[in-house]
């Protein structure tokens, strides 16, 4: 039902598509973490973006379709870690300098 909706796409884009680009992107932003100075913020950044949108869909699952997605679920779980990693790599960064 989920990925049947009104909400399964994204002007035209899949959902899971932007989750999948995201999620690359992110392996990208985190192997430039070896590299660059500011990209451990940067990551902290594309992670809160994704645990943003991931919230948003999870409401609509709950509060508007009144359905749940186990796979949606999974993903909210790992972004949410992804952002606290990130976050704890963006402080130690910091505090690195």
Same mark, same amino acid.
């Not at 070896?34 to 809160?48: I, T």
């Not at 749940?68 to 402080?91: D, P, R, Y």
């Given at each position: ?25 992110? =392996?990208?932003?985190?192997? $430039? ?9 940067? #990551?902290? +950044?594309? @992670?809160? !973006? ?22 949606? =679920?999974?993903?909210?779980? $790992? ?9 704890? #790599?963006? +402080?130690? @960064?910091? !505090?690195?300098?």
């Amino acid at each position: 039902m989920v990925n049947r909706s009104i909400y399964s796409d994204v002007g035209g884009v899949p959902v899971a598509l932007v989750g999948v680009l995201g999620y690359c992107g992110l =392996l990208g932003m985190a192997i $430039l973490c070896w590299k660059e100075r500011g990209a451990p913020v940067l #990551l902290l +950044m594309g @992670s809160l !973006a994704g645990l943003a949108f991931a919230v948003y869909l999870t409401y609509i699952e709950g509060f508007v379709l009144a359905v749940w997605c186990v796979l949606c =679920l999974s993903s909210l779980g $790992l972004i949410s870690a992804i952002t606290v990693l990130s976050g704890f #790599l963006a +402080m130690y @960064s910091k !505090a690195k300098r």
